[in-house]
Antibody, heavy 121, light 112 residues
Framework: QGQLAQSGAEVKKPGASVKVSCKAS????????ITWVRQAPGQGLEWMGR????????HYAQKFQGRVTMTTDTSTTTAYMELRGLRSDDTAVYFC??????????????WGQGTLVTVSS | QSVLTQPPSVSGAPGQRVTISCTGS?????????VHWYQQLPGTAPKLVIY???NRPSGVPDRISGSKSGTSASLAITGLQAEDEADYYC????????????FGTGTRVTVL
């Protein structure tokens, strides 16, 4: 049974950067896609982008282009999401999730527990 | 704002049937892209309950079902139980947003 374990909560000042990790276990890491989703307090889910673990290709939502970088380390089966130029409206819980195939419209079967990122001066 | 629209809330008494709609357009659901559904309990990660329009993952009760037609999809819960009280989100793909994943606006299901 696959699992995704995320890093702990972060508090950052406006303008800073945050890097959230997502460690995969229980499945062949390189064979799947990792997607990042965020959820602001009391709000819905927002798709941020995906990374194809086998070749490192990424696809980011237009809203985050230029501010986000998604990477993976296959030696440690860990995915990372870095968001720069943080603003107060970036305060949210950030989730990683496994897409079941490389088909861009496919579903997410495993989810991390979420990482709360708070941006405050 | 999301390109997939859901009603903010639906409610029903125990044992009743509720349905949640997910309305899209010709660039997402109407283009033939699959729709998936997630249940989210407070303070937890979303859980997949329907994938590829109408398929249930192992462990999801058959009281929960999904369908898709035209530019919309629906999630139905029959025999409503207290444990079904949660937020539900649809998810698909949109070709007009430089090819992005998209979620619905979310629906709170309340068991009266």
């Amino acid at each position: 049974q696959g699992q995704l374990a995320q890093s702990g909560a972060e508090v950052k000042k406006p303008g800073a950067s945050v890097k959230v990790s997502c460690k995969a276990s229980g499945y062949t890491f390189i064979s799947y896609v990792i997607t990042w989703v965020r959820q602001a307090p009391g709000q819905g889910l927002e798709w941020m982008g995906r990374i194809y673990v086998d070749n490192g290709n990424t696809h980011y939502a237009q809203k985050f282009q230029g501010r986000v970088t998604m990477t993976t380390d296959t030696s440690t089966t860990t995915a990372y999401m870095e968001l720069r130029g943080l603003r107060s409206d970036d305060t949210a819980v950030y989730f990683c999730a496994r897409a079941t195939s490389s088909y861009e419209g496919d579903h997410f079967d495993y989810w991390g527990q979420g990482t709360l990122v708070t941006v405050s001066s | 704002q999301s390109v997939l629209t859901q009603p903010p809330s639906v409610s029903g008494a125990p044992g009743q049937r509720v349905t949640i709609s997910c309305t899209g357009s010709s660039s997402n659901i109407g283009a033939g892209y699959d729709v998936h559904w997630y249940q989210q309990l407070p303070g937890t990660a979303p859980k997949l309950v329907i994938y590829r329009n109408s398929n249930r993952p192992s462990g999801v009760p058959d009281r929960i079902s999904g369908s898709k037609s035209g530019t919309s999809a629906s999630l139905a819960i029959t025999g409503l139980q207290a444990e079904d009280e949660a937020d539900y989100y649809c998810q698909s793909y949109d070709s007009s947003l430089s090819g992005s994943g998209v979620f619905g606006t979310g629906t709170r299901v309340t068991v009266l």
